[in-house]
T-cell receptor, first 113, second 114 residues
């Protein structure tokens, strides 16, 4: 069974632009969570989607948004990029919403110049 | 809010030796899960081991085992017979029983010396 895939793997943007990242969960998994990883803040939870609905949201500004499609694929969007948004964005999927194990994708490395 | 602490930013171990990574957490919940994830330089996070808080028996996965002390809120990872491929960042993570998002510790970078 294929793992969690994320596209693109690397992205360079400039301040003020917006970006969309994509995540395809493991086949059959319906829950997708997003995390931001930076050297200073570590791994921080962004949001979780299940059945096309956002179920949980971390402490991030409204510039960060996401959605989930009927096939469980998810996208996250960051508008008006700031330098501090440079990070590795990780997507994780699990079978059930309350399933206790999340499986992570390889991440998208976003650099904001 | 729950917090996870890993007091050892870096550790090293000789190949074939045993190393223990520390993790403590703070929670008022009684039902939760604890995890150790490994992140090699390739950046893919990999689940190493998980522990259900209601289970007293410590989880074991091949060369990896945990020492779960619920009262002390401690969850250490022991790696036996260390291999070069064990070199990675190790993250301790907490998830309450009815919540989906994980709370991660800051990580411990493990080096394995030949």
């Amino acid at each position: 069974k294929a793992g969690v895939t994320q596209t693109p793997r690397y992205l360079i943007k400039t301040r003020g632009q917006q970006v969309t990242l994509s995540c395809s969960p493991i086949s059959g998994h319906r829950s997708v969570s997003w995390y931001q990883q930076t050297p200073g803040q570590g791994l921080q939870f962004l949001f979780e989607y299940f059945s096309e609905t956002q179920r949980n949201k971390g402490n991030f500004p409204g510039r960060f948004s996401g959605r989930q499609f009927s096939n469980s694929r998810s996208e996250m969007n960051v508008s008006t990029l700031e330098l501090g948004d440079s990070a590795l964005y990780l997507c994780a999927s699990s079978f059930r919403r309350l399933s206790d194990t999340q499986y992570f994708g390889p991440g998208t490395r976003l650099t904001v110049l | 809010a729950q917090t996870v602490t890993q007091s050892q930013p870096e550790m090293s171990v000789q190949e074939a030796e045993t190393v223990t990574l520390s993790c403590t957490y703070d929670t008022s919940e009684s039902d939760y899960y604890l995890f150790w994830y490994k992140q090699p330089p390739s950046r893919q996070m990999i689940l190493v081991i998980r522990q259900e808080a209601y289970k007293q028996q410590n989880a074991t996965e091949n060369r990896f085992s945990v020492n779960f002390q619920k009262a002390a809120k401690s969850f250490s990872l022991k790696i036996s017979d260390s291999q070069l491929g064990d070199a990675a960042m190790y993250f301790c993570a907490y998830r309450r029983a009815y919540g989906q998002n994980f709370v991660f510790g800051p990580g411990t970078r493990l080096s394995v010396l030949p």
